[in-house]
Nanobody, 125 residues
């Protein structure tokens, strides 16, 4: 069983940066495709970014709303997924969740089996 725990959230002013981490335990993530999602108050959960497990030709994909500002990465040796968030905007305020799956990588897919509990990101104007 894979467990995921997010960290790194907090309060930041607009234009600032945060780096979220998602530490996995129970299994190694080297064969897992992984992603970040977020849910703002009163809104549905939405896709943010994902990254394939491949060691060669690793692929990433971003929601249009974060493209050019957020960067997803992974360190398999540390069993950790990251989300570097720059130029943050108030509309980025949400609970951020990481997710993992072993099924075929499909950019923007929601078909994840394992989910973390989330970390709160609040961007003030």
């Amino acid at each position: 069983q894979l467990q995921l725990v997010e960290s790194g959230g907090g309060l930041v002013q607009a234009g600032g940066s945060l780096r979220l981490s998602c530490l996995a335990s129970g299994r190694t993530i080297d064969r897992y495709n992984m992603g970040w999602f977020r849910q703002a108050p009163g809104k549905e959960r939405e896709f943010v970014a994902d990254i394939s497990w491949a060691w060669v030709d690793r692929r990433t994909y971003y929601a249009d709303s974060v493209k050019g500002r957020f960067t997803i990465s992974r360190d398999n040796a540390k069993n950790t997924l990251y989300l570097q968030m720059n130029s943050l905007k108030p509309e980025d305020t949400a609970v951020y969740y990481c997710a993992a799956k072993t099924t075929t990588y499909s950019p923007g897919s929601w078909a994840y089996f394992y989910w973390g509990q989330g970390t709160q990101v609040t961007v003030s104007s």
